[in-house]
């Protein structure tokens, strides 16, 4: 039983985005510079607090990810990653975030939201070398997305909400590897994704893409799950170093 004379200890409550793409075949992570204290100055995920007492938290990401990004919900994948509530991982106070991945094509460059002085796409390779580093316990969220992404490549089809349809089974394999951090051989990648029934359908048409020959295109299919898995191979020293 509760003292009578007890009170709820205050928290605030906050949203982080752990916002995906690829450019240029490299996984990209988008950051902001925080134009305001605590870390003014510093990188960290864009998000920020509910707006109001009333604020929905999944409306609050939607609201981030427009303010942040400029992008709507319906523009890319979206999914409740976890909560982080360790009591010193904000200098404010009492603050869990609930952070959200988000997943999409070819995103355009970003702007800075209402309290972040500028906003990039930066190479997620450069927050794991920690050439980047980030604010507040950002570091641990955005490792938190990429194992959630590395996985449910295995599992799931959300490789392909990393394409623009449509694609080749080639632009599909660079999301494999630009995620997972590791090379495929082509034509043992064509074998396992073909074996997957309606993960991807052909199209009927094809795509030229340098002196060889045509490439197929594709779309993608009815599937949510994959069966067999595309098990994600061991990285190398070597190609964990080239992510």
């Known amino acids: 039983m509760l003292a009578d004379d007890w009170t709820p200890p205050p928290v605030l409550l906050a949203v982080d985005l752990v916002i995906f793409t690829l450019r240029e075949s490299v996984l990209q992570v988008l950051l902001v510079e925080r134009g305001?204290?605590?870390?003014?100055?510093?990188?960290?995920?864009?998000?920020?607090?509910?707006?109001?007492?009333?604020?929905?938290?999944?409306?609050?990401?939607?609201?981030?990810?427009?303010?942040?990004?400029g992008l709507g919900a319906d523009q890319l994948h979206l999914e409740q990653l976890g909560a982080y509530g360790t009591p010193d991982r904000d200098p404010r106070g009492r603050v869990v975030s609930v952070a959200y991945l988000a997943i999409a094509p070819e995103l355009p460059q970003p702007r800075a939201g209402t309290d972040a002085a500028d906003a990039t796409w930066t190479p997620v390779s450069d927050v794991l070398s920690h050439r980047v580093r980030l604010a507040?316990?950002?570091?641990?969220?955005?490792?938190?997305?990429?194992?959630?992404?590395?996985?449910?490549?295995?599992?799931t089809v959300l490789a392909?909400?990393?394409?623009?349809p449509p694609f080749t089974i080639n632009e599909l394999q660079?999301?494999?590897?630009?995620?997972?951090?590791?090379?495929?051989?082509?034509?043992?990648?064509?074998?396992?994704?073909?074996?997957?029934?309606?993960?991807?359908?052909?199209?009927?048409a094809e795509r030229r893409v340098g002196r060889g020959r045509p490439?197929?295109?594709f779309a993608p299919g009815k599937r949510s799950t994959l069966f067999p898995p595309l098990v994600r191979p061991t990285p190398t020293t070597t190609t964990e170093a080239r992510r």
């Open 36 to 69: 305001v204290d605590p870390f003014e100055g510093a990188s960290a995920l864009p998000g920020g607090f509910l707006a109001t007492s009333t604020e929905d938290i999944l409306a609050a990401a939607h609201r981030e990810l427009f303010e942040e990004a």
């Open 160 to 164: 392909t909400a990393f394409c623009t």
């Open 215 to 217: 490439a197929r295109l």
């Open 174 to 204: 660079q999301v494999y590897e630009a995620v997972w951090g590791v090379e495929l051989d082509p034509r043992n990648f064509y074998r396992k994704v073909q074996a997957v029934e309606d993960f991807i359908v052909p199209l009927g």
């Open 136 to 155: 507040f316990d950002h570091e641990r969220i955005l490792q938190d997305g990429l194992e959630r992404a590395r996985s449910k490549l295995e599992h």
